[in-house]
């Protein structure tokens, strides 16, 4: 017998976010360079391990690898997923840009949208296509789905805001208070099979 995989469940709100993916797609490839180079500047930058050959000969060669690089400037930002939302937490960001491709889970993205909109008093979070893949190559990192940008990073800080909107309220759902969110589970086809096949019972 066949299994059927039970339903996702996914976060319920009457409240609608916009996250102004139009707008951000329009100049996503200049704002992903911009944070590229930015960060690029403060060391977060990996190098990566040049492979030992083996064998004799190459043992007794000198060594001509580089000095390790100094460690990123932490003071300035804040890379990868958990680091930012850690970040958040502490007052520490001011600024975060996330790959829109995180935002495809309906309830990832309404709890991003919830949790990003308490924080607006503090910091901005905005959603950019296209900033994974351009970030993790330049970075030379596995990816880099989040990035938040701490308050020496003014110069940063200072384009993000003037080239994007961050998330909000949808103008459609106005500025109706912010109500508790309600976890449900999608009945589907195997819900209602169910149901029909216990009313059948209960009937016979």
């Known amino acids: 017998m066949t299994k059927v995989k039970p339903p996702k469940p996914y976060l319920k709100s009457s409240q609608k976010f916009d996250w102004h993916l139009e707008q951000s797609a329009e100049s996503s490839e200049s704002i992903a360079k911009k944070l590229a180079e930015f960060l690029e500047s403060k060391g977060f930058k990996r190098r990566r391990a040049l492979r030992q050959r083996k064998g004799c000969e190459d043992a007794e060669k000198p060594s001509t690898s580089e000095p390790p690089k100094s460690p990123p400037l932490h003071e300035f930002a804040s890379v990868g997923l958990r680091s930012v ?120």
């Open 85 to 204: 939302l850690r970040g958040m937490e502490a007052r520490e960001l001011k600024a975060v840009v996330i790959d829109s491709s995180i935002l495809k889970s309906s309830a990832l993205a309404t709890s991003l949208a919830f949790y990003a909109n308490g924080c607006r008093s503090f910091c901005d979070v905005y959603a950019v296509p296209g900033v994974d893949t351009f970030l993790a190559k330049a970075l030379q990192m596995k990816n880099v789905t989040a990035v938040g940008f701490k308050e020496p990073s003014e110069e940063v800080i200072a384009f993000l805001k003037a080239n994007l909107s961050p998330v909000g309220l949808s103008q459609e759902g106005g500025e109706r208070r912010l109500v508790a969110l309600e976890m449900s589970t999608p009945i589907g086809k195997v819900g209602k099979n169910k149901k029909r096949n216990r009313s059948e019972r209960s009937s016979t």
